[in-house]
């Protein structure tokens, strides 16, 4: 066998099926430590094993696969979706996902990011800003439910009231493990920016210290509010953003590019990019952009925010 081998595994909560390229694919292993590390042994030495992201399930695979020293891969399932039709993928089935995946490690190895086991430290982070947001997002459902009903206003209140609190006591922890943590100093600077509070703060922490970055488009690229281009002959269309990086951290920045609005300043940003034609959602877009840039170099500088960047016109903050 050689010692490049290129391996798919489709996996679950409790099982993974792994496959070689225009090999059969192997048997069903169980998804656990003693599972993963039989499984292991049978390998040869520097695999390339890319799986696509599912949630928690892929996690601890990824992370013994990455120990015993094979080069690990955490794909976007979108893109193993779109390779599957792209290579006229008839059918699905584990067997034939983790074929897919093992041809599309093979082809594309060297653009792919090798996954990066979380610390511990950011193995909790992660944890409170997942609870956060679940728990954030269950809570508009329900007002929007009960809002559409109209019944129960009561009931809603109690609920609401016990996600109050709840979603005090994460942010709370949230703010102390972003102040005590290792991160704590970019923590506190972070939150010397407008619009950036302690939840955006905590978000931008993890992202920004989650993988090495080469560089400010890196970051941007990262979150997806890098601007794509829509071009083909001579045509020239409309710019989108690409919205390849993790929705949450983009929410995220949206709203502090909405807080912005309303902090000193603020205002006469958004007045002098409405003036020049943009709607309000490319406005917030483009200020979350700008945020996030700047929230880059209070990163890398290790300094606090200038407030001189946030002026109108200054050639820095209005840099593409």
Known sequence: MSDSLEIGLDVDSKEFVPAVVDCKAGDRIPNTKAGIAKWL???????????????RHHELVARMAGQAGHRVYVINPRLIKNYAKATGARGKTDAMDAQVIARYVKKESDRLREYVPRSDEQQQMHDLLRKRQTLVETRARLEQSFEVTKSAPGELADILQAMASTLSELESQLQQLGRDGEHGALYKRLLTIPGIGPAVAAHLVYYMTRWPLANANAWIACTGLDPRPNESGGRTGRRRLSKQGAPVLRQMLYMAA?????????????????????SSTAVFNILARKLARIAWGVFKSGKDFDPALLKVGQARFLQA
Do not use: F, I, N, W
């Open 41 to 55: 042994k049978t390998l040869p030495p520097r695999c390339q094993v890319g799986m696509e992201a599912t949630g």
């Open 258 to 278: 909405m807080g912005l609005k309303r902090c000193r300043g603020g205002q006469p940003l958004y007045d002098d990019l409405s003036g020049r034609g943009h």
